[in-house]
């Protein structure tokens, strides 16, 4: 279960990549092999929606069944006419957001002999909020998953 806490009015989008089969992220996007997001793509999106933004979270799960969220990649400003991403790819109008360790890129890299789990999610921007590259990634998450009716996000999908 994704630790994205939606209300009930929110409308799910498939997101999808043709680059992971079963559970396992292939090498090539982790650290060891090019370090890139794997190519990605969605449905279509609520016609309020004025923008996407993307994130891949690793996902610490904790004893007493608690989870917490790094945010190791976060991009916003995705035109939602776009259903898709090739790997790697920044989209025209589209910036990447600083990551919880507080660098502007994508990386996965899990310690060497352990396995962790990581999740990619779409969030729609509602119309009254709007991304900035000074706004960092955990923030904007955090204020999507807000269950605010004025700033969560009106769709969103996980893979």
């Given amino acids: 279960m994704s630790p994205l806490a939606a209300p009930a009015k929110v409308a799910f989008v498939g997101l999808h990549s043709s680059a992971i089969h079963g559970s396992r992220?292939?090498?090539l996007y982790t650290c060891d092999g090019r370090d890139i997001p794997p190519p990605l793509t969605w449905g279509a999106v609520p016609s309020e929606v004025h923008e996407l933004a993307l994130f891949a979270l690793a996902v610490n799960t904790r004893e007493a069944g608690q989870s917490s969220l790094a945010v190791v990649w976060a991009m916003a400003g995705v035109n939602p006419a776009l259903h898709h991403l090739s790997a790697g790819e920044v989209p025209p109008g589209a910036f990447l957001l600083t990551t919880t360790d507080g660098q502007r890129r994508y990386s996965?890299?899990?310690?060497?002999?352990?396995?962790k789990s990581y999740e990619f999610?779409?969030?729609?921007?509602?119309?009254?909020?709007?991304?900035?590259?000074?706004?960092?990634?955990?923030?904007?998450?955090?204020?999507?998953?807000?269950?605010?009716?004025?700033?969560?996000?009106?769709?969103?999908?996980?893979?």
């Fill in 121 to 159: 999610a779409l969030l729609a921007l509602p119309s009254r909020a709007s991304a900035t590259p000074a706004i960092p990634g955990v923030s904007l998450l955090r204020n999507l998953a807000a269950p605010s009716a004025e700033t969560h996000a009106p769709a969103e999908g996980v893979l």
């Fill in 108 to 115: 996965i890299c899990p310690p060497r002999g352990q396995t």
């Fill in 25 to 27: 992220l292939p090498a």
